[in-house]
Each structure stands twice: as structure tokens, then as C-alpha cells.
């Protein structure tokens, strides 16, 4: 929403500085003014996502979709401008048609840049939310880049809600350390999509997947079995009647 801002907004640039900046984005945003600067103070300096000289912010990313775009726009407007100044036409039905085709034209440019703009939001949106997953994830022994990949594919799949797998996460991270498991790889917990497992810890006693579904056979998440690489306890010897 705030890349839609920028596009709406003079040379694609948001104002930072001015006394109710930060409250006119909660308005439109709809949430409090002081979470807003937040997100964008994390936006610019710890996500990279934007760019802000101490007065106003901006995409990068989006400067240079929109310098491409006019860009283009300008080459297409000058090559039908020399078209139609060759051409002979004098009658008023060649000017029509030529009225027409610029029209068409304009249309046919204005369509294409929203379908572009609206590209741009997507993949700005999908960068930000994968940023929160990953600082959210226990990332330890984690690999950025295919966990990168990952999260775009099921954005683009559209089954990606980022409350629903922040939730999952601290499901599963919980339930991991309840048992003394550890936690697998954020590119492995995407593939799987683990988040949608039922993890949990309620009265002091853990439960997988399974466990809800079929109180007579509470057998745990086969997730959580390959993940049960957990030290060697001396205590198991005694259970077993080995010591």
C-alpha cells in the first residue's frame, strides 16, 4: 500500500519529515501512527527496502519501473508521431482513423502500465512479508536465498498468509523446544508447509499433527519425528530398566 502511495505521489516520493506525515499513512494504512514509523524505519534501515535522504522516502525498485515506463511511453509516442507526420492522409475519415489509433494506442500503453504497476506492488509485498518470516525463523543453519525462492513461489500461488505462518512458527518452535528437537532448516519448514501443522503445548503436554484429530492414538506429527535430533538423556536408561 505504501508503493501505491508513492506512485500516486510527486517524483514517486513520500514525505517523512513533515509533523503528520506519520499519522496521515496510519489514516489511509488504518493502524496506529507510531507502528506505521516503525515499519517504515524498518523498511528503510533494516530491510533495504526503501531509500530515504531524512525528508522523504522511496523505492528504488519502483523509480526505476516508472523511469522504464516513460521511457517507453516516449519511444511509442515519438515512432506514431513520425508515422502518421509521413503519412498523406488529408481526408477527414484518415484523420479519424488516425485520432482513433492514438486513442487506442493510449489506451492500450495505460493498461499495460497498471498490469506493470500492479506487478511491482506484489513483488514489493512479497519481500517485505518474507522479511518478517525470516526474523521471525530461528534461521540458524538456514539457507536465505532458497528460502527466498520458496516464499515467492507460494505467493505466487497465492497461499501464503503471513499472520497464519508467524503463528505456525512459533507453533512449531514451541513445540520443538518443549520436546528438546531441533528446529529444521526455514527452507525445509516452506517445502513442507509446516505451519499448517497443528503444533502446540496445552497443560504442559505437547501435541503434533495427529494427536487432536484421534485422542486414542496420539501419535506426534511426522515432522516433528524427523526433527527429533535431541541430545542423549541417561535418564532414557532408567525408563528402559537398563540401569
Keep these: 500500500m505504501l508503493v501505491e502511495m508513492m506512485r500516486d505521489a510527486t517524483d514517486y516520493k513520500l514525505d517523512m519529515q513533515s509533523k503528520y506525515s506519520f499519522n496521515a499513512f496510519a489514516m489511509q494504512l488504518y493502524a ?29 525498485s519502483l523509480l526505476r519501473r516508472m523511469d522504464k515506463k516513460k521511457k517507453v511511453s516516449e519511444k511509442r509516442s515519438n515512432a506514431a508521431n513520425k508515422r502518421w507526420n509521413n503519412a498523406n492522409a488529408s481526408s477527414d475519415d484518415a484523420n479519424a482513423m488516425q485520432n482513433d489509433a492514438k486513442e487506442s494506442k493510449g489506451k492500450e500503453i495505460e493498461s499495460k502500465g497498471k498490469e506493470r504497476i500492479k506487478d511491482i506492488v506484489d513483488s514489493d509485498e512479497c519481500d517485505i512479508s518474507f522479511q518478517q518470516f525470516w526474523k521471525t525463523y530461528p534461521t540458524k543453519g538456514s539457507n536465505k536465498k532458497m528460502s527466498h525462492q520458496k516464499w515467492s513461489t507460494l505467493w505466487k500461488n497465492k497461499k501464503i498468509n503471513i499472520q497464519e505462518v508467524l503463528d505456525g512458527v512459533n507453533r512449531y518452535v514451541a513445540y520443538q523446544n518443549h520436546h528438546g528437537y531441533s528446529i529444521c532448516a ?9 505451519w499448517r501443522d497443528e503444533w ?32 542423549f538423556d541417561p535418564r532414557e536408561l532408567e525408563e528402559l530398566g537398563l540401569r
Design 186 to 194: 526455514a527452507q525445509v519448514f516452506l517445502n513442507q508447509e509446516r
Design 200 to 231: 502446540g503445548i496445552e497443560g504442559g503436554r505437547a501435541f503434533g499433527k495427529h494427536e487432536r484429530n484421534n485422542a486414542s492414538d496420539p501419535r506426534e506429527s511426522k515432522f516433528a519425528a524427523a526433527d527429533k535430533n535431541k541430545p
Design 32 to 60: 496506529e501512527s507510531t507502528k506505521i514509523k516503525d515499519f517504515i524505519t524498518d523498511c528503510i534501515n533494516e530491510f533495504g527496502l526503501f531509500e530515504s535522504d531524512g525528508t522523504y522516502f522511496w523505492s528504488n
